[in-house]
């Protein structure tokens, strides 16, 4: 099994910057790919920004430029670095990891943006 935490989130102003962290513990063996996700309220879970197993880094087009994607691989980290913030990024922010082939998801961080 793999557990993942998130950590980072808050409200922040328009134009403002956060950086989300997630942890990956348990039985991380292999990673294909791991990355970010967010929900807005009454919206679908969408895809944000992703390492791949060969460490290309793939950003959604509503991000690009204005997120980063970095991941520590001696500690199983992966960070999302937000800036220039919109209201529109506010919603909760989701670590998803495949190893193996197998998805696991963190709890989730919660991301506001004041306007």
């Known amino acids: 099994q793999v557990q993942l935490v998130e950590s980072g989130g808050g409200l922040v102003q328009a134009g403002g910057s956060l950086r989300l962290s997630c942890a990956a513990s348990?039985?991380?063996?292999?990673?294909?790919?791991i990355g970010w996700y967010r929900q807005a309220p009454g919206k679908q879970r969408e895809r944000v920004a992703r390492?791949?197993?060969?460490?290309?880094?793939i950003y959604e087009e509503a991000v690009k430029g204005r997120f980063n994607i970095s991941r520590d691989n001696a500690n199983n980290m992966v960070y999302l670095q937000m800036n220039s913030l919109k209201s529109e990024d506010t919603a909760i922010y989701y670590c998803?990891?495949?190893?193996?082939?197998?998805?696991?998801w963190g709890q989730g961080t919660q991301v506001t943006v004041s306007s």
């Open positions: 348990g039985s991380v063996v292999n990673i294909d790919s």
């Open positions: 390492i791949i197993g060969d460490g290309t880094k």
């Open positions: 998803r990891l495949i190893d193996r082939g197998r998805i696991y």
